[in-house]
């Protein structure tokens, strides 16, 4: 059986952006004086506004901004040149100009897309920063734990890629005494080191209110915002 529900016109949302900016500057606040607080505001800011909710964390001295697709880092850059932009699904053949003309940072996910990146920068079509995901426990996005084996064991094969990030994404971070969390910092502890000229994350909007020592260079508040 199927339901169908009339689109209703009359709901309205009530955003209160002095609350959310009250949020950033609390999270901020409790970090580590070297850890900056990013904001990822992906699926238009989880359906509250990306454009204003961006414009009133920049105004708060947010300059690091994670989106999932590269529509939103397109709608994110008419907001702001100045501010860094991650995309969480990385590039393609497809779209790799797209990442130069609007200065958006792909975050890797796969060999493949590793192996693309360092063929672009060998043929001087691409020449830049990149963030990597690895999978140490989320399997959601990121080299699974054979693909981050030979990532690491053939970095050689790389020597053409610029690694500004490196990072992961905790799976449990809401239970704070999950045996995953400490699990999933010692596997990123221990990638982080072959990568000693990266910045490092780990911290969701969950991980923030954990020890400071899952904060690393930058986190990646969203929801909790």
């Known amino acids: ?26 999270i901020r606040k409790n970090l580590k004086k070297t850890t900056e607080c990013a904001a990822t505001v992906k699926a238009d800011a989880y359906g509250i506004g990306a454009k204003e909710v ?31 932009i991650f995309c969480y699904h990385g590039i393609d053949k497809q779209n790799y100009r797209e990442f130069i003309k609007f200065n958006v940072i792909p975050v890797a996910n796969s060999i493949d897309q590793l ?20 999978d140490t426990g989320m399997s959601r996005l990121g080299l699974d734990e054979n693909e981050t084996d030979d990532f690491i064991s053939n970095k050689i094969k790389y020597a053409y890629l610029k690694i500004d990030l490196v990072m992961s994404h905790l799976a449990c971070g809401d239970q704070i005494n999950h045996t995953m969390n400490t699990s999933q910092l010692n596997k990123f502890i221990t990638i982080r080191k072959h990568f000693p000229n990266s910045k490092a994350s780990l911290a969701n909007s969950a991980g923030v209110f954990m020890h400071k020592k899952y904060h ?3 986190v990646r508040p969203g929801i909790a915002l």
């Open 54 to 84: 961006v414009k009133s964390l920049i105004a708060n001295g947010c300059k690091t901004f994670f989106v999932a697709h590269l529509s939103e880092s397109v709608e994110l850059r008419k907001v702001s040149k100045k501010i860094r």
């Open 115 to 134: 192996n693309l990146i360092n063929k672009l920068n060998k043929q001087k079509k691409f020449n830049r920063g990149i963030a990597v995901h690895f």
């Open 216 to 218: 690393f260079d930058l």
């Open 1 to 26: 059986m199927q339901s169908y529900y009339p689109k209703d016109n009359n709901a309205i949302l009530e955003i209160n952006l002095k609350a959310l900016t009250k949020n950033y500057k609390f």
